[in-house]
């Protein structure tokens, strides 16, 4: 695909530092280049000294910095287009210079975000499953994620994804045969098996989406919320935990001022622990709205602790027994407090949640007693379910999700055994299901069917 613009911008990280990456990508990278360095162009894909000079400085202030330049002809780039990188130093002035000198040359202008993978992905480089991924791969703060990234950038998604699609266009240019020739002749059991194959791939898909959201969870993070009455030692909680052996990756006060969020890396996992606001019945309006948000909180997260005092065993908070949905985790603060007994009768005894019992630790923030038990059973939640193995590639974004639904009602109105009195109908779900995956990866063209027909079944003979 021709653009019409070349574009830059820094790849490289926020300056100042030791070296900053300038890409060029379009037509004119190459014009650009040899009216930067005055020379002509450089052996392709090799590192290659380079003094950049402003192109419009007549003979004096002419050396604009001293860095590395390489070529990349297209279509072996990264956009599939002419690219060009320029290696220069990493100061804030440096990278000024040369991107003006860059907006100077007409046609040539600042990229927009996303824009060199964009190129890419229009020029066939990578699918869309992979531009994701890339995305991904420049988030990823943890070595779970970082692995699912480069696992889905390696294309294991994508192949997946086009192996149903061909699936169903396979299956779609058999039933095309039987709208379009109707009236020859058409072999018998051209339809057979159709049937069964439908019902395979149901389940493969169902199987894939039917997975506990564990790669969009790796993806978005793990969420646990901290729930529990005022004064139980939730925020003591929080800090406890962000002292043991959890390294922070950041700490943000929360969109309101009632929920404080901690994003830690568990053991390669991130989680993000939220710290609600103490759940109690109030009068007061502004209380009351922090307590709807932590109610709203705990109900979307995917564990909660459940803080309680020790000291109130075996009275439990109900307000905070009635959160206990979904996967929960009791918790029993202040065992400093609490005598031996307590202690001892809460270890042992299943807390009931409205779901059923739940396990039940004793913990002190203030001395760290009960810390480690405590870290390995969220760390254990939280890696449930997911899969960091090399053959692993779980669904990783509610985009492939919706698509994936899509292509499911569609096979679903298909009726087992197959409808072979109504092939158009049949064939119109089939190609409703073959765009909605394909929509996924990007390839939403059907009319390779035509080919298989004429490929497979020789019925111009
Ligand atoms: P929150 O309202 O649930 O967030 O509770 P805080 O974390 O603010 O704690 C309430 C009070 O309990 C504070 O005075 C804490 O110092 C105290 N506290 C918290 N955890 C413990 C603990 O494990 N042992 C003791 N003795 N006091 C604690």
Known sequence: MDFPDTIFALASGAPPAGIAVIRISGSQGGQVLMRLSGKPLPVPRMATRTRFMRPDAGDKDIVLDDGIAIWFPGPQS??????????IHG??????????????????????PGEFTRRAFENGKLDLTRAEALADLVSAETEAQRHQAQRQFS??????????RQDLVAMLAHVETVVDFADE???????????????????????????NRQGERLRDGFEIAIIGAPNVGKSSLLNALARRDVAIVSETAGTTRDVVELHLNLGGLPVTLADTAGIRDSLDKVEEEGIRRALVRAEGADLRLAVFDAATWPDLNPATVALMMGE????????????GNLTANA??????GPLGPVPAFVVSALTGNGFDALLDAIKSAASKGIDVSPGSAPLTRMRHRTALVEALEALDRIETPMRADSPELLAEDLRLAARAVGRITGT????????LIFSEFCIGK
């Open 78 to 87: 990264f956009t599939g287009e002419d690219v060009v990188e320029l290696h």
């Open 347 to 352: 270890k042992r005894s299943d807390i009931k």
């Open 444 to 451: 939403v063209d059907v009319e390779d069917v035509l080919d």
């Open 91 to 112: 100061g804030r002035a440096s990278i000024e210079a040369v991107a003006s000198a860059l907006s100077g040359f007409e046609g040539v202008r600042m990229a927009e």
């Open 185 to 211: 002749e058409i072999p018998k059991d051209l339809l057979e098996g159709l049937d069964n194959k439908i019902l395979r791939l149901k389940d493969q898909i169902t199987q894939h989406i039917d997975d």
């Open 328 to 339: 929960t985790i009791a918790v029993f603060n202040k065992g400093d407090l609490a005598d």
């Open 155 to 164: 294309g294991a998604l994508a192949d997946r994804y086009d192996g149903w």
